[in-house]
């Protein structure tokens, strides 16, 4: 079992005819990884996702919170290619939405101070973090700037708006390890993963940190908050 699109892209490289189990590995179908979500072929299934439609949703909930924004700023691991992805999806959504994205990639830790000066020279409206390993191992950094300079900042999955982020819409985490061991049990039973559809998220969490929308002066509207699954006071 893997999670993310470098480690999924690995084992298909490597594991030969062992059984693999993809989670978190962006839209499996566009990076290679499967034939389709209906007939993966060879030894992958897994859990995909809906990267289009969730970052269709993730900036409709920055909107919806924060009214005045317009551009954007994004923060993705340029060297996942499932999560460069999950940017350009992104970035044809805004263009839907009349927004602007300030794409800025990353590469490793250090680039996060690069990405730091320019929203410090060119100040975006919000940021949206794309959340890979090397986003989620940086994530204080993120939080804490957001804070210092006021910025509204969208995540991927609730655990980040429990370390400080402001807002977050995405699967639920659990759910989604909970369905790949489900898949894991049944290879282990004899099925073989070219006959297992890869299957798609079902539950999903807009998660709010109306502490954190307090430090930086914003009043989320009530329409949001009772909407949401997990409200930190």
Do not use: C
């Not at 299957?199 to 009530?222: W, Y």
């Amino acid at each position: 079992m893997t999670a993310s699109y470098p480690a999924a892209a690995a084992a298909k490289e490597r594991a030969g005819t062992t059984p693999v189990v993809v989670t978190f590995s962006g839209d499996p179908v566009a990076t290679g990884l499967v034939a389709s979500l209906a007939h993966p072929g060879g030894t992958i299934t897994g859990v995909s996702e809906i990267a289009a439609e969730l970052s269709a949703k993730r900036l409709a909930v920055l909107k919806e919170a924060v009214p005045s924004v317009r551009a954007v700023a994004v923060l993705w691991n340029a060297d996942d290619f499932g999560m460069t992805l999950r940017y350009q999806a992104a970035e044809v959504e805004a263009k839907r939405a009349g927004m602007l994205i300030v794409p800025l990639g990353v590469h490793a830790p250090d680039d996060f101070d690069t990405a730091f000066s320019e929203m410090t020279k060119k100040p975006p409206d919000a940021i949206l973090m794309v959340t890979d390993v090397l986003t989620t191992l940086n994530r204080k950094r993120v939080i804490d700037f957001a804070a210092e300079h006021r910025l509204p900042a969208i995540y991927e999955y609730a655990n980040l708006v429990h370390d400080g982020g402001l807002l977050s819409y995405g699967p639920d985490v659990r759910s989604i390890f909970e369905r790949a061991a489900g898949l894991t049990d049944r290879i282990l039973k004899g099925a073989k993963p070219a006959d297992l559809p890869l299957e798609l998220p079902s539950r999903f969490e807009l998660a709010i940190n109306l502490k954190t929308a307090k430090v930086l002066g914003l009043t989320i509207p009530d329409s949001i908050v009772v909407r949401a699954d997990d409200v930190i006071e």
